[in-house]
């Protein structure tokens, strides 16, 4: 047995049930290059309220007190806002996990496409099950300013981590030099 079977093993007998979110994420592609706004929208409206929702959900329980939910789309020229979340006590601290929280949906897309496998796959409740998975995994990719937000604070982490590996190895080896071992 493979470290990976656990991973591929719900889908070795309904393979086909794999091309559902394929065929959705192709199709939100196609839409969202040829530019049809509202089509796009629409079609990625589960998706996005994922996303939101996790950076929500991060937001509150780490206290950034959201203060703000909207999945509202806007377009400022070529730039597509599909939904933001506001929040009045971001720091350091909270601004990563906050950033990367839809990274949550990527396990959750697979169970529902494990779920979704259980099911003959021209089955309605594959499709949706599959379309849901691809929704999970459009959703699950932090935008540019989420990562621009996330990345401050990784900086911040960095630092810390290297300070705290800095204050450690001085501790223990400059004691041993000490000690004469």
Do not use: K
């Not at 990367?100 to 499709?127: E, Q, T």
């Not at 540019?144 to 080896?173: E, K, P, V």
Request: charged share 10%; proline share 8%.
């Amino acid at each position: 047995m493979s470290a990976l079977e656990p991973l591929y093993a719900p889908f070795a007998a309904a393979p086909p049930v794999l091309l559902w979110p394929a065929l959705f994420l192709l199709l939100s592609r196609q839409l969202r290059r040829r530019a049809w706004f509202w089509p796009y929208v629409a079609l990625s409206l589960p998706g996005t309220v994922l996303h939101e929702l996790c950076h929500f959900l991060v937001g509150w329980l780490l206290w950034a007190r959201p203060s703000r939910f909207s999945v509202w789309p806007s377009r400022n020229g070529r730039q597509l806002t599909l939904g933001q979340v506001g929040f009045s006590r971001l720091t350091w601290w909270n601004a990563l996990p906050i950033g990367i929280a839809p990274l949550l949906l990527l396990p959750l897309g697979w169970g529902l496409l494990a779920l979704a496998a259980r099911w003959p796959w021209l089955s309605p409740a594959a499709a949706g099950l599959g379309f849901l998975a691809a929704q999970c995994w459009d959703g699950c990719l932090p935008s540019s300013t989420d990562l621009s937000h996330a990345g401050r604070s990784a900086l911040a982490y960095g630092a810390l981590a290297c300070i705290l590996f800095g204050a450690y190895a001085l501790l223990h080896y400059g004691f041993r030099a000490l000690a004469g071992q």
